[in-house]
């Protein structure tokens, strides 16, 4: 099956890395189609996803590859992305005083 899906892209001229950004919110079509909706979801919840991007980052028995780069470089996003919100969301327990160099401010 896996095989006559990568015929079908090379017969529609696309390219694996194209479909997906399409198929991952990158095309205002199939944004609203809903059966890309459907396969969308059937992805996002698929139990091997998770194994499929560690696939991704590092494939097993190949030494080098740049996909590992880029996930390197995702999974730094995410972090400075889920920092900052967190941050945003225990910044507004914390208040300055009039004096935050004060003893009491300090303690």
């Not at 991952?24 to 998770?50: K, M």
């Not at 991007?53 to 780069?69: A, D, F, I, M, Y």
């Not at 910044?91 to 009491?104: E, I, R, T, V």
Request: net charge negative; glycine share 2%.
């Amino acid at each position: 099956k896996v095989r006559a899906v990568c015929k079908l892209l090379t017969d529609l001229d696309l390219n694996i890395g194209d479909f997906l950004h399409a198929l991952s919110w990158g095309d205002p079509e199939c944004i609203a189609d809903d059966v890309v909706r459907y396969h969308r979801t059937a992805l996002f919840q698929n139990d091997l996803l998770l194994a499929t991007l560690r696939n991704w980052n590092k494939p097993p028995h190949v030494q080098e590859h740049r996909g590992t780069e880029i996930m390197k470089t995702f999974a730094a996003e995410c972090i400075v992305e889920e920092t900052q919100d967190e941050m945003k969301v225990i910044a507004q327990h914390f208040h300055a005083d009039s004096d935050p160099l004060s003893l009491p401010s300090l303690t």
